[in-house]
């Protein structure tokens, strides 16, 4: 599994961008997928999962203001909404593809990542 994510930039606090990250491969055997940030010096923390039936979870310090979405006819292409900016949003963002086959372990798949940077 491949994943390719983009949409990230530089935005004032309040603004709003829209990440978006798309598999490739395997992607039959995808089950959930997500958001993940991380700043530097500090661990990679959950922003939002979404489930193949699109079950989601946020992180508390993003809820009511992230929606995270999955489309497109085999949806493995997963989004990110964020609105009302702050700058302590700021930082690279990772999508994930959890890979699921019969009578395996599942495996983490990350994209690249993508900075998002709020300023004040």
């Known amino acids: 599994v491949q994943l390719q994510a983009c949409g990230g930039g530089l935005v004032q606090a309040g603004g709003s961008l829209r990440l978006s990250c798309a598999a490739s491969?395997?992607?039959?055997?995808?089950?959930?997928m997500g958001w993940y940030r991380q700043d530097p010096g500090k661990e990679r923390e959950l922003v939002a999962t979404?489930?193949?039936?699109?079950?989601?979870?946020y992180a508390d310090s993003v809820k009511g203001r992230f929606t995270i979405s999955r489309h497109n006819a085999e949806n493995t292409t997963v989004y990110l909404q964020m609105n009302s900016l702050k700058p302590e949003d700021t930082a690279k963002y990772y999508c994930?593809?959890?890979?699921?086959?019969?009578?395996?372990?599942?495996?983490?798949?990350w994209g690249k990542g993508t900075q998002v940077t709020v300023s004040s």
């Open positions: 994930s593809a959890e890979e699921l086959l019969v009578g395996a372990t599942p495996t983490i798949y």
């Open positions: 491969g395997s992607i039959f055997s995808i089950n959930d």
């Open positions: 979404i489930t193949s039936d699109g079950t989601t979870d």
